[in-house]
């Protein structure tokens, strides 16, 4: 997905009027212009972006973690995280069925922009809402790309829009708030920066006349605690958790909450109950829409 969506954004907006069989010509001027700024903003924030490829076990406990936070009432405090990159850029491990998201999520001061971003065999879809948040609070943004399917007839309201988009937006957010705290804590995730394209193959394509980019994709995994967090997400209902606490040691998973300050923290995962600790051996599905 990466490659389709630095390309696509390097001809936007062309790439889209081609797609879409659309004269210029036909277009107002203020449409135009806003189509074209769109397209160099998005540029410009894809230069500086961090790339974060999430793999699928570290994926599964982000969103389990994402969900909670959701649901303890967290996500009007995301705002109040320092991400550890101004722009970001999330992709997880193409699902085997349904559509692949990507999320952009960048940060102005106490300000969260998120776009997101879907692919599927048909191609590569651009987001048409962008989502601002600041504290508690959530304004959804038209994107130029919206504004053109209105211009050209398309039957795209913004419910449709926010009910693909949404729900998908803060699962993103809470994975990138999640993700930077928890970089903070030693075992929990692990990170390894490589190169998106090797240099050998940066030499050959400037020899034929193209230039590749010199970016870096941040590979995330879990680490050590990040796999108990996982194993005791993924254990026993909380009913038989009691009974089991009273028989032998087992890892209890980890979790936010909100700290004296106002902001959030985290606590690890840990051990309860007595007696050795009997590891097991547990398969993990992806979360698939």
Known sequence: MLASLLDFYHRYPDILLYLKSIDRASLSSNLLESLNAHGQRQREIFDVAQVYQIDEHAEVMLRNLSAQMQRDGLDGMFSNVRLPFPAMLLTVPEPNVGEWPAALITQDD???YTQIYLASKGGLFPNLLIFKSKGASVEILHSPTFALSQAIGEHVTED???KQEKSLCFDFLAIAVGMSILFEHKAMLEKEEVAIYPRAERRRAQKSGRTLPNKSIIKVKLGELGKHQLEATSGESKENEEVT?????????GHFMRNRAGGISWRNPHIRGAGPLLEQERHISSYQE
Do not use: N, P
């Open 110 to 112: 106490d300000t969260l």
């Open 245 to 253: 606490s009273k028989r032998r040691a087992h890892w209890v998973q």
């Open 160 to 162: 449709a829009a926010i």
